[in-house]
């Protein structure tokens, strides 16, 4: 039950990422940096909670997932500065169904439990096929082919990446394995924008500026949360795709909360309800 918890939270906080993204519209690359600033330095306030397995593949999958995580965030922000957070939604389908097959592939015991139980795998695939009928429904315009295309690969890394990420943490010291996968994650990305910004000649008085900071530090919050809560989610989830289904949700939250807000939104409430119906069945399925 607690991969429930940490998948619904982890919607929320990626619907604050792209609602930051789109009200703030700082430069991304900017943003990015002082979010994996703000994340370092709250993980660094607790090395010494961290476990280090002797594992040498834990190091390697942090790094990777990192670099798939980096460009991700990177894309999110960008779409949602141009009102588009939902295009960078449309990977979350292929992602969610990926991780869900490698994860059967790689794991024997997991698929006999599904050949064992064909209604709790009937159930597990209408909620993904549900869910994947919902996000290209919620809000069809912002749909092309360019933009299907770039995400799709995204999609498929995203689904090794949280596979790597389960088969790698042990499952004797969650929490402070966790806590030292996020800090090497955090450190590379660091690492890489850095090695981004000077390339790009983005080093400037812009990216110290009290407002970028603030902007950086406002949207790297919840995007900080919601890769720790992805993290424990498909750590605590019998499968790793499963908390990318809830992960589906966000553009659900996104038009409650423009609705609140009096923001236009063209997204569609019955494409939502069956969003929230497919994360539902999901969970009958699987409690």
């Not at 789109?22 to 990015?32: G, Q, T």
């Not at 720790?228 to 909360?257: D, E, K, R």
């Amino acid at each position: 039950m607690q991969w429930i918890i940490y998948g619904l939270l982890h919607s929320l906080f990626r619907a604050g990422l792209s609602e930051a993204g789109r009200v703030l519209k700082a430069d991304r690359w900017h943003m990015a940096f002082w979010h994996a600033i703000c994340a370092v330095t709250v993980l660094a306030c607790l090395f010494p909670f961290m476990a280090w397995p002797e594992d040498g593949r834990f190091y390697f999958a942090a790094v990777i997932v990192s670099l798939i995580m980096t460009v991700g965030t990177l894309m999110s922000l960008n779409l949602a500065a141009q009102n588009k957070a939902r295009v960078a939604a449309i990977y979350m389908p292929l992602e969610a169904f990926a991780a869900f097959v490698i994860w059967l592939l790689v794991m024997p015991t997991a698929f006999q439990a599904h050949m064992h139980d064909l209604q709790m795998t009937g159930m597990v695939v209408l909620s993904y096929l549900l869910a994947g009928i919902a996000l290209f429904k919620i809000r069809s315009p912002d749909l092309t082919l360019q933009t299907f295309s770039a995400v799709v690969p995204l999609g498929v890394t995203y689904a090794v990446a949280a596979v790597a990420t389960k088969l790698v943490i042990p499952v004797t010291a969650v929490v402070p394995s966790v806590l030292a996968f996020l800090f090497i994650s955090y450190l590379t990305m660091m690492a890489v924008l850095i090695g981004a910004l000077l390339l790009r000649k983005k080093i400037n008085k812009s990216l110290i500026s009290p407002q970028t900071a603030k902007a950086g530090i406002i949207a790297g919050i919840p995007a900080a949360l919601a890769y720790a809560t992805f993290v424990f989610g498909i750590v605590y989830a019998p499968n790793p795709g499963f908390p990318s289904i809830l992960a589906m949700l966000v553009p659900v939250w996104l038009l409650i909360v423009h609705r609140i807000e009096g923001v236009e939104d063209k997204a569609s409430p019955l494409a939502g309800l069956l969003m929230l119906a497919s994360a539902a069945l999901l969970i009958f399925a699987t409690i």
